[in-house]
């Protein structure tokens, strides 16, 4: 009869602890990739199970998305061998559901956004990504709005809609040789990467839009002396990255890429950004730097968390809120400061000579 009774208090108990963790909603979540208790410990337990790093980062304050690049499509027009936001889903949000989101991050502390791919200007032919460029620039009065592209399907007639609400467009070029470009995947049909490359630099003269370069370095490229040409273009910034392994992604068994024939050492990395020291604009970005110092915002609005050498997707800020999901992003943010990623970014400050 006793037992009877103890069971009955157990089953009560399990109840009252199941419902206060649907109270608790935006917390709870995560518990279950975090692989913490399936229970929580009642009053007067002793839990002697030693708090994991992770279970820290639960108490932990939110670190701010003072900067946050939205990866909202996964489709690309080019095959770049190293590429570690690889097309896996066709899913855009709906635009809506995208502002909401955006302004979330901003009511969050988000003062730059960086809109990436994938390619964006493949969706809705460059439209998306120019509404959403105008929403951030004009409703939400944010300071910094950019776009990281290949560059291949950006038109005049974008420029001349949009032009004004954006800071900075960075175009990914990573060799000033089209055969090397072909070698690593930068290209479609017969567009020369280099020369489209210099006619986006035009543009942007013409429309009052900071140009900054990307460049990955690796196995094909990083020989090359790219000074002459860097100075030419003369971008506000040129971000130097060096080619990064990411399971699932670029690598492993379930990957889309194989990049490991991309990968180089730290030493030839060294080599590259000591030939190129002189360039004032140059922003050199190791892999250690590089990993978990970037607010990474999938198509779903996810933060993903590269700390373990993968994309581990948080909830989605639209579900759970912004505090809740960036408390599992694997965001360095002291790291973030330390790489310069806080910066002049708004046209407005720059005082540039278009």
């Not at 995208?98 to 964006?120: C, H």
């Not at 009052?208 to 370069?213: G, L």
């Not at 020989?223 to 492993?252: H, T, Y």
Request: aromatic share 10%; net charge neutral.
């Amino acid at each position: 009869m006793q037992l009877a009774v103890l069971s009955r208090l157990l089953s009560v108990g399990r109840a009252v602890l199941a419902a206060l963790r649907g109270r608790l909603g935006a917390l709870c979540w995560s518990l279950a990739p975090l692989s913490l208790p399936l229970s929580l410990p009642l009053p007067g337990w002793r839990n002697s199970v030693p708090r994991s790093e992770r279970e820290q980062e639960w108490d932990d304050a939110s670190p701010t998305p003072t900067s946050v690049n939205y990866h909202f499509t996964r489709q690309c027009n080019y095959k770049c061998g190293f590429c570690f936001h690889t097309a896996k889903t066709s899913f855009v949000l709906p635009l809506e559901e995208a502002k909401r989101g955006l302004a979330m991050l901003k009511q969050a502390g988000m003062e730059k956004i960086n809109f990436s791919g994938g390619e964006p200007f493949l969706q809705d032919r460059g439209e998306f990504v120019g509404k959403l460029v105008q929403f951030c620039k004009q409703e939400l009065e944010l300071p910094s709005v950019s776009i990281v592209s290949n560059g291949s399907l950006i038109r005049k007639q974008w420029f001349e809609k949009y032009g004004e609400y954006l800071d900075i467009l960075a175009i990914s070029c990573d060799s000033f040789d089209e055969d090397v470009n072909i070698l690593i995947g930068r290209r479609q049909g017969k567009k020369n990467h280099v020369e489209n490359l210099h006619k986006l630099r035009q543009w942007c003269r013409d429309y009052a839009v900071a140009f900054k370069i990307n460049s990955v370095i690796n196995r094909f490229n990083v020989e090359e002396d790219m000074n002459e040409q860097i100075k030419a273009l003369n971008p506000v910034r040129w971000k130097v990255f060096q080619c990064l392994l990411i399971e699932g992604e670029n690598s492993g068994e379930d990957a889309l890429r194989e990049a490991e024939k991309f990968v180089i050492s730290d030493e030839d990395f060294d080599r590259f950004l000591d030939r190129h020291k002189d360039i004032s604009c140059l922003v050199p970005e190791s892999n250690q730097k590089m990993r978990d110092s970037y607010l990474i915002l999938d198509e779903y609005m996810r933060f993903l968390n590269c700390r373990n050498g993968r994309k581990e997707p948080s909830k989605s800020i639209l579900d759970v809120g912004v505090e809740a999901a960036i408390k599992f992003s694997g965001f360095d943010e002291k790291m973030f400061l330390r790489r310069g990623g806080k910066y002049v970014w708004s046209k407005a400050d720059m005082k540039l000579d278009w």
